[in-house]
């Protein structure tokens, strides 16, 4: 093929892989889109077509490897919890005894009152100590803490 056509086949390549990284998430197309804009570059310099490829699949092999480690280390938990899930693991009180007869209680978690219940499905006193375990809808899920 004719090198200016292959350097235009190769640039249109780069294009769309770097394109559709911009609309998917995790680094997934713009190792190949490296590797193509490797590949116009050394059709440019009027490298034959096996260099062309091999600088494609050697650079997309680099850039898949690193990237990968690089978007772990972006995918993982947040280390501070947002929202209600900052409740996960806090102190409360409860100021309306838990009642899972009656489907009722609530807890006291620093300044804010939420309904809860309790993990084991007992009843909890009023003004026990308790420890938020998980959240279900609009209600805490609590247990005794040890005394």
Excluded: C, Y
Aim: proline share 4%; aromatic share 10%; charged share 25%.
């Amino acid at each position: 093929m004719e090198t200016t056509l292959m350097f235009w086949i190769w640039v249109g390549a780069t294009a769309v892989f770097v394109v559709g990284e911009i609309f998917t998430a995790g680094f997934f197309l713009l190792p190949f889109g490296v590797g193509t804009g490797v590949a116009a570059v050394i059709t440019l310099v009027g490298g034959p077509s096996w260099l062309q490829w091999l600088g494609f699949v050697v650079t997309s092999a680099i850039m898949v490897f690193f990237s990968r480690r690089f978007a772990e280390r972006f995918a993982k938990e947040p280390p501070e919890k947002v929202g209600v899930d900052r409740l996960i693991g806090m102190t409360a009180l409860v100021i309306e005894p838990i009642d899972p007869v009656s489907d009722s209680g609530r807890v006291r978690v620093k300044k804010d009152e939420w309904r809860a219940t309790s993990v084991d499905n007992k009843r909890v006193e009023k003004d026990t100590e308790v420890r938020v375990v998980r959240i279900e809808g609009a209600h805490l899920v609590v247990e005794r803490t040890k005394e």
